[in-house]
């Protein structure tokens, strides 16, 4: 497959036809068995400068690779943040609302930072807008498949998300130990199936989406 670079082309379009600011949004751990959904966010307006070298839809890139763009990433964008929804409120409220609580998270974080988002304009990874429901349609969104891919914007909050959302994983492997989450970050894979296997389900796991075998298959973008 053909390595696409994300650029800033779309962007600067919608800036072009009248948005102040673009929030590229993209989320992480959507299929993951254990932890938390995340939503990150990265800002750019019409001043953004190219986006750092390297810079890919985080599941693109090598975990070491990941850790060395992201503090490139976060200098680089005006501004960017990272929204967490529980396992446990997961469970209570579905994953699609679970989204659009996080991503409202992220964007409460960004507001509480003095940021005024008058004007922007949520550019959204895929076709699906889950997230006009849960703000309440404070802010317009937009959409494109395989954002992640081709906008810089999204790229760099999918890699914001990834990093922060890994980190907590790789912390509460010790915690609960036998899941290998160093490795896997709680998505599907042979190893965490047979660490729940081995000694069952822990307080961070998705609980009912382990009863529903064949839901999930393992995920090649675990690393």
Same mark, same amino acid.
């Given at each position: 497959?053909?390595?696409? *670079? $994300?650029?800033?082309?779309?962007?600067?379009?919608?800036?072009?036809?009248?948005?102040?600011?673009?929030?590229?949004?993209?989320?992480?751990?959507?299929?993951?068995?254990? !932890?938390?959904? /995340? *939503?990150?966010?990265?800002? *750019?307006?019409?001043?953004?400068?190219?986006?750092? @070298?390297?810079?890919?839809?985080?599941?693109?890139?090598?975990?070491?690779?990941?850790?060395?763009?992201? $503090?490139?990433?976060?200098?680089?964008?005006?501004?960017?943040?990272?929204?967490?929804?529980?396992?446990?409120?997961?469970?209570?409220? !579905?994953?699609i609302a679970a989204? /659009?609580?996080?991503?409202?998270?992220?964007?409460?974080?960004?507001?509480?930072?003095?940021?005024?988002?008058?004007?922007?304009?949520?550019?959204?990874?895929?076709?699906?807008?889950?997230?006009?429901?849960?703000?309440?349609?404070?802010? $317009?969104?937009?959409?494109?498949v395989k954002a992640?891919?081709?906008?810089?914007?999204?790229?760099?909050?999918?890699?914001?998300?990834? *990093?922060?959302?890994?980190?907590l994983m790789i @912390?509460?492997?010790?915690?609960?130990?036998?899941?290998?989450?160093?490795?896997?970050?709680?998505?599907?894979?042979?190893?965490?199936?047979?660490?729940?296997?081995?000694? !069952?389900?822990?307080?961070?796991?998705?609980?009912?989406?382990?009863?529903?075998? !064949?839901?999930?298959?393992?995920?090649?973008?675990?690393?």
């Open positions: 497959m053909t390595s696409t *670079v $994300p650029t800033l082309r779309h962007e600067r379009q919608l800036l072009r036809d009248g948005a102040r600011l673009v929030i590229g949004m993209d989320e992480v751990g959507r299929g993951a068995i254990a !932890g938390p959904v /995340g *939503v990150g966010l990265a800002i *750019v307006d019409i001043d953004t400068r190219t986006a750092p @070298e390297g810079l890919k839809d985080s599941k693109l890139l090598a975990e070491a690779k990941r850790e060395e763009l992201q $503090p490139k990433v976060a200098n680089w964008v005006r501004h960017g943040a990272v929204g967490l929804v529980s396992n446990e409120r997961i469970e209570q409220i !579905g994953i989204l /659009g609580l996080a991503a409202k998270r992220a964007l409460d974080a960004i507001r509480e930072q003095g940021v005024d988002l008058t004007g922007a304009i949520v550019l959204l990874d895929g076709s699906h807008d889950w997230l006009s429901p849960a703000i309440d349609r404070a802010l $317009p969104v937009t959409m494109k992640d891919r081709f906008c810089a914007a999204v790229a760099a909050a999918s890699v914001l998300a990834k *990093v922060h959302r890994d980190r @912390e509460a492997d010790p915690v609960h130990p036998g899941y290998n989450w160093t490795s896997n970050k709680g998505y599907a894979s042979a190893d965490h199936y047979a660490g729940i296997d081995a000694i !069952g389900a822990s307080p961070l796991h998705r609980w009912s989406w382990l009863r529903q075998p !064949g839901l999930f298959q393992l995920d090649e973008h675990i690393a």
